[in-house]
C-alpha cells in the first residue's frame, strides 16, 4: 500500500514539474524596445487535461517603478474573444509583477491576453493560440 501511495505522489510530483517547466518556457518574456519604463513583457499559455494554465509577467527597466499585470484567459467564440479567467499581480521592485491561474475549459481555441505597466507605461502580449 505503501509503495502504491508514493508512486502516486511522485507521479503527480512530475505532472506538476512538467507544467511548470513548460508554462517557463512559454512565457519567456522579451524585450520592448519602444518603451522608457518597461523591460520586459511575457505571456504564457499551457492546455493539459481540459485544464488551461495562463501566466504572464512585465518587468521594469529600472527598480522601484510600481507594476501591476493582468492575465485574461480568453476563449474564442465565432465572433469575438470572450474571457475565461482573469488574475492580478503587482510589484515594486525590478522583478516587477507576474501572474497566473489555471481553469477547467471546454473544447475551442484560447490564448492569454496580458496586460503590463510599469509606472506610467502601459503594454500588451499575447501568447500563442491552442486547441483544445
Do not use: H
Not at 511522485?10 to 519602444?34: D, F, K, N, Q
Not at 474564442?76 to 489555471?102: C, F, I, P, V
Amino acid at each position: 500500500m505503501k509503495k502504491r501511495v508514493f508512486c502516486i505522489v511522485l507521479l503527480l510530483a512530475v505532472v506538476a514539474g512538467s507544467v511548470a517547466l513548460a508554462l517557463s518556457a512559454e512565457t519567456r518574456p522579451e524585450p520592448i524596445g519602444r518603451y522608457t519604463e518597461i523591460s520586459t513583457i511575457g505571456a504564457g499559455l499551457l492546455i493539459s487535461g481540459g485544464v488551461a494554465y495562463s501566466d504572464g509577467q512585465v518587468t521594469p527597466k529600472n527598480s522601484g517603478v510600481n507594476s501591476t499585470i493582468t492575465v485574461r484567459l480568453q476563449k474564442w467564440t465565432g465572433s469575438g474573444w470572450e474571457t475565461k479567467g482573469t488574475w492580478y499581480g503587482s510589484g515594486s521592485t525590478k522583478a516587477g509583477a507576474s501572474a497566473k491561474g489555471s481553469k477547467s475549459i471546454d473544447p475551442g481555441t484560447y490564448r492569454t491576453w496580458v496586460t503590463g505597466t510599469c509606472g506610467s507605461e502601459t503594454a500588451q502580449k499575447y501568447s500563442a493560440e491552442r486547441n483544445y
